[in-house]
Structures are given as C-alpha cells and as structure tokens.
C-alpha cells in the first residue's frame, strides 16, 4: 500500500498498540486472563471502546463494571494482565501499511509515538518488533496527566518535535485517540480500514 501524507504535513505521530503494531490481541488475552483471575467481566467491544485509554483507568472501569470495588484493586487486575502480556508480547508483529510509512519518512520528518501505553510495555513492544530505532520522542500513559481524548498526549509530542499542531498528522485506530488528535489541532488519519482486526 502507498500512502502519501496529508498536504503540509511536516511531522508525524503514530499511535501504537492497534496503529503501528498488531498487539490488541495480545492485550486482550491479558486482560481477559486477569479478570478471569478475579472473577471480573471484559469483551473485545469493551476494549475497544476504551482503546487509547492507560491501563489502570481500565483496570478501574472493569472494576467499577463488574462489581468488584473493594474486594480487588486496579493494581492487582494490572500486575496479572502485564504479566501476561510480557509472556507473549515477544509475538507482536508491525502492521505494515504503518510502519512502511515510518519507514519511507525516517530521517526526512520528525516522528513521535504518542500512546496511551505503559512505558515499560511500549518500550519493549519497539523492540520486539524492530521499530525501537525510529522514534527518539515518545509519550506514554506515564508521561501526561490528561489522557486521550484530551488533547496532551499529543501536544507534548508536538512540543518535542518543535512543530505546531496544525502541520502534524495523527495516525491513530481509536475513537478516543482520534478525538484527542482532533482537539490538538493536527490532522488525523484513522488506520482501522487498512488491518483487518483479528480480535
């Protein structure tokens, strides 16, 4: 697939988990496994729904959907997913249409990560998937008070690159990533026609 950026574009911001890297699914099963771990409920339309969200705000939300407040902690459900996640996270795959864009603009734009993720997690997602080496800027979960879809995220990517937001476009699989890109002022490409989702 050849994809050309939008019309004075002069940097790029690419989302991760769902956008830049086939990891949702991996995701999912952790988060399934922890609830299953604690007698909590989730579904794959109840993750998507809060796609670009940290992970202890849905940890927090299955709590708060299931019942469970008081008898388990969002750092309990948190501590099972990750630790199953990082057991298959090494099977993470880019989603090519994405990365073949970061690749062709490597060294010509400046490009950031802008991720609702943990940092521990998106750090070694970019490694196991050979994508580590064309990002210097990355924002995660760990990085910005107000998450997607408020626009910070995004706009401290933006101050990183030392470009304004209107010249920046957003590649994101997520309506909250999505409204945040929007509220930041860039220009916002949606990836979700481009990989068939799988989960």
Not at 87 to 106: C, G, M, N, S
Request: glycine share 10%; with cysteine.
């Amino acid at each position: 697939m050849q994809y050309d950026i939008k019309q004075g574009v002069i940097g790029l911001i690419f989302d991760l988990d769902g956008t830049l890297v086939d990891s949702m699914p991996l995701h999912f099963d952790g988060w399934k496994k922890a609830c299953d771990r604690f007698g909590a409920h989730i579904d794959p339309a109840f993750l998507r729904f809060h796609t670009g969200s940290p992970g202890w705000a849905i940890a927090a939300a299955i709590i708060e959907n299931s019942g469970l407040k008081g008898t388990v902690t969002v750092d309990q459900i948190m501590k099972v997913k990750l630790e199953e996640f990082y057991r298959t996270q090494h099977l993470i795959k880019p989603i090519e249409p994405v990365a073949d864009i970061v690749r062709k603009y490597f060294g010509k734009l400046p490009m950031a990560i802008g991720t609702g993720g943990h940092r521990e997690a998106v750090e070694r997602t970019l490694e196991v998937t050979g994508l580590r080496q064309y990002f210097n800027i990355i924002v995660t979960a760990n990085d910005v008070l107000q998450h997607k879809p408020f626009p910070e995220t995004f706009l401290k990517c933006a101050e990183l690159m030392k470009i304004d937001p209107e010249f920046i476009e957003v590649f994101e699989d997520g309506d909250l990533g999505i409204e945040a890109g929007v509220r930041a002022g860039m220009k916002v490409t949606d990836v979700r026609s481009w990989f068939p989702s799988n989960w």
